[in-house]
């Protein structure tokens, strides 16, 4: 079975500084990979996913994450957080119709 | 919009009593997830369901039941409810291709606690 894992539990990091919040999992066959974001009593929201083609996928909101397959992992990162980055992270990986979760990083960011 | 949508969002019950938690999903999604999430394990599979009439145990499925009898619910029934099922719960659709679950959309979920 695939497991998946967020090294770290919790991130502090000043505003403005960038950030990187580790993932790697357990087996290179054929995944689709993403991350998450949850915020205080709120369902988890995709933050970015890569199901193929360029291994670095972005999202909106300036993070992005790259698809190392032969260090198999999706580290997140941002150059620069915001206040409203804080909240939970969950690095998440789906292979053989099912989704297997990271445990989460908290990532606050101090002002 | 399609939707996903968990009711009641949130809920206190007493030890033993039945419990059936809601979510039905207008994404007209085969798949369908119920996990739980507790603080230090990330969030756990209950059950899942691969399409009408099929469901299958996940990693914590011990006193809990689902039924699948529609594409758009996914109830979540809790026999006899325990202190160890306090919780939040989070019911999650998504459609695969090749064989592979594509991105999954979550419910906003529901704190259920047992006292």
């Excluded at chain 1, 357990?26 to 915020?39: A, D």
């Excluded at chain 1, 929201?45 to 972005?58: A, F, I, P, R």
Aim: glycine share 8%.
């Amino acid at each position: 079975a695939q497991s998946v894992t967020q090294l770290d539990s919790q991130v502090p990091v000043f505003e403005e500084a960038p950030v990187e919040l580790r993932c790697n999992y357990s087996s290179s066959v054929s995944v689709y990979l993403f991350w998450y974001v949850q915020y205080p009593n709120q369902g988890l929201q995709l933050l970015l996913k890569y199901l193929s083609g360029s291994t670095l996928v972005e999202s909106i909101n300036g993070f992005e994450a790259e698809f190392n397959k032969s260090q198999t992992s999706f580290h997140l990162r941002k150059p620069s957080v915001h206040i409203s980055d804080t909240a939970e992270y969950f690095c998440a990986v789906s292979t053989g119709n099912q989704f297997y979760f990271g445990t989460g990083t908290s990532l606050t960011v101090i002002p | 919009d399609a939707e996903i949508t968990q009711s009641p969002r949130h809920k206190i019950t007493e030890t033993g009593r039945q419990v059936t938690l809601a979510c039905h999903q207008t994404w007209n999604h085969n798949n369908m997830f119920w996990y739980r999430q507790d603080l230090g394990h990330g969030l756990r599979l209950i059950h899942y369901s691969y399409g009408v009439h099929d469901t299958n145990k996940g990693e914590v499925s011990d006193g809990y039941s689902v039924s699948r009898s529609n594409t758009e619910d996914l109830p979540l029934t809790l026999e006899s409810a325990a202190s160890s099922q306090t919780s939040v719960y989070f019911c999650a659709s998504s459609e695969s291709f090749g064989g592979i679950n594509t991105e999954a959309f979550f419910g906003q979920g529901t704190r259920l606690t047992v006292v």
